[in-house]
């Protein structure tokens, strides 16, 4: 159900991708939409194995795809995670997000990524005219020795379709088939009990255990509920 691909770098080139990335079309929009996947740029090898792209995954459901980000992303990012609603249940995002801070942290994914790095993703629906950015994704470890946790948000606009739970899926899928994680874990804010349901939906359940973090968007302390999913026994 899940496709994955991966196009390969010479090192001595590794940070060239950086201003094709930041230059991509529209019409390059479209044609990942299409089916293409890649970038096709001179100094890109034929693909050796459909997991990554040189950034990262690049997973695709039957209506979203998920991608590394580019800088073409940053204003989409700035407005949609910028969202007061959007922001206050996350950990790291301030609000207000100004563009500048969103391309820095495009540039700041594209500098520091390697196969062991934490996955930052970009969610984009699939349409015949190329789609848009509805939100984010990523899998990621916050010590060497955690577990790997997932997370996501999306986009007000595209809210009520069910693509949170399509989104979580395919982060479960892609951490249980390419990571080999036995165990997948996932929190929420204690005021956002719809993102729990969610998570309940996709398996996980609540630990007992509950921590308090600092959310920038809220400039404040915020009560997370753990929850974890079990890959060995699923």
């Not at 910028?82 to 500098?111: C, F, Q, S």
């Not at 993102?195 to 997370?224: D, I, P, W």
Request: proline share 7%.
């Amino acid at each position: 159900m899940y496709r994955f691909s991966r196009w390969q770098t010479p090192l001595n080139k590794r940070f060239a991708h950086i201003e094709p990335f930041a230059v991509t079309s529209g019409a390059r929009q479209r044609n990942r939409a299409s089916g293409e996947t890649g970038h096709r740029l001179p100094f890109c090898l034929p693909p050796r194995n459909p997991m990554e792209t040189m950034m990262g995954p690049r997973i695709e459901t039957t209506r979203l795809l998920l991608r590394p980000p580019e800088m073409s992303d940053a204003p989409d990012i700035a407005r949609y995670a910028g969202d007061y609603d959007i922001a206050k249940m996350t950990m790291l995002i301030p609000h207000p997000y100004p563009e500048p801070a969103a391309e820095m942290w495009v540039l700041m994914r594209l500098a520091g990524w390697d196969k062991t790095a934490n996955r930052h993703l970009i969610l984009q629906t699939r349409d015949v005219d190329g789609g848009e950015m509805c939100g984010m994704a990523g899998v990621f470890k916050r010590s060497p020795e955690a577990d790997w946790e997932i997370g996501y948000w999306i986009a007000k606009p595209f809210w009520g379709r069910g693509l949170a739970t399509e989104a979580g899926q395919a982060l479960i899928d892609y951490a249980r088939d390419e990571l080999a994680a036995q165990a997948v874990t996932a929190g929420h804010y204690d005021d956002n009990p719809a993102s729990g349901r969610v998570l309940e939906k996709l398996g996980f359940r609540y630990t007992g255990e509950a921590c308090e973090q600092f959310c920038l968007g809220r400039l404040a302390r915020a009560n997370c509920l753990d929850m974890k999913l079990d890959l060995a026994a699923a």
